[in-house]
């Protein structure tokens, strides 16, 4: 009986610490990455180099929607400046560890471009990323459905 529950308290430390994937959570889940990650996501907030840009990201990207499926496409579409209309699409993968999102962009402004982001938190409700942009610069984003 003892081994039992040993065994018991052993088995649920591996669960509730293996839920902890990324940095700054959560802590633990019960839905995969992939269910997590499927959605349409809108910028909340948006750093460059750790100031705030969040204003400009906004007004340069104006309605911008990351709509992630879970066939592992993507399409991403925004106004820029709030002139025309921007469109993208593609397909995504996860690292085996599954810390890291990679977007291939099929049809957009650059076909065949990567951008790899570090997941730093993801729930329903958040997907946190950071990533270096094309100047060298690190971006933190955080998406909100």
């Given at each position: 009986m003892?081994?039992?529950?040993?065994?018991?308290?052993?088995?649920?430390?591996?669960?509730?610490?293996?839920?902890?994937?990324y940095?700054?959570?959560?802590?633990?889940?019960?839905?995969?990455?992939k269910?997590?990650l499927?959605?349409k996501?809108?910028?909340?907030?948006?750093?460059k180099?750790d100031?705030d840009e969040?204003?400009?990201?906004?007004?340069a990207?104006v309605?911008y929607e990351?709509?992630?499926?879970?066939?592992?496409?993507?399409d991403?579409?925004?106004?820029?400046?709030?002139?025309?209309?921007?469109?993208?699409?593609?397909?995504?993968?996860?690292?085996?560890?599954?810390?890291v999102?990679?977007?291939?962009?099929n049809?957009?402004?650059?076909?065949?471009?990567?951008?790899?982001?570090?997941?730093?938190?993801l729930?329903?409700?958040?997907?946190?990323?950071?990533?270096?942009?094309?100047?060298?610069?690190?971006?933190?984003?955080k998406?909100?459905?």
């Amino acid at each position: 009986m003892k081994t039992q529950k040993i065994t018991l308290l052993f088995v649920l430390s591996l669960i509730l610490f293996a839920g902890c994937r990324y940095e700054e959570g959560p802590k633990i889940t019960f839905r995969s990455v992939k269910a997590r990650l499927e959605g349409k996501w809108a910028i909340e907030a948006v750093s460059k180099n750790d100031k705030d840009e969040t204003d400009n990201y906004k007004n340069a990207l104006v309605n911008y929607e990351l709509d992630i499926q879970k066939n592992g496409n993507y399409d991403l579409k925004y106004r820029p400046l709030n002139i025309g209309n921007y469109t993208e699409d593609g397909v995504w993968v996860l690292s085996d560890d599954k810390k890291v999102i990679t977007f291939t962009q099929n049809k957009g402004a650059n076909p065949g471009a990567k951008s790899a982001w570090t997941i730093m938190r993801l729930t329903n409700s958040e997907f946190w990323a950071q990533y270096t942009d094309g100047n060298g610069d690190k971006i933190y984003v955080k998406l909100k459905p």
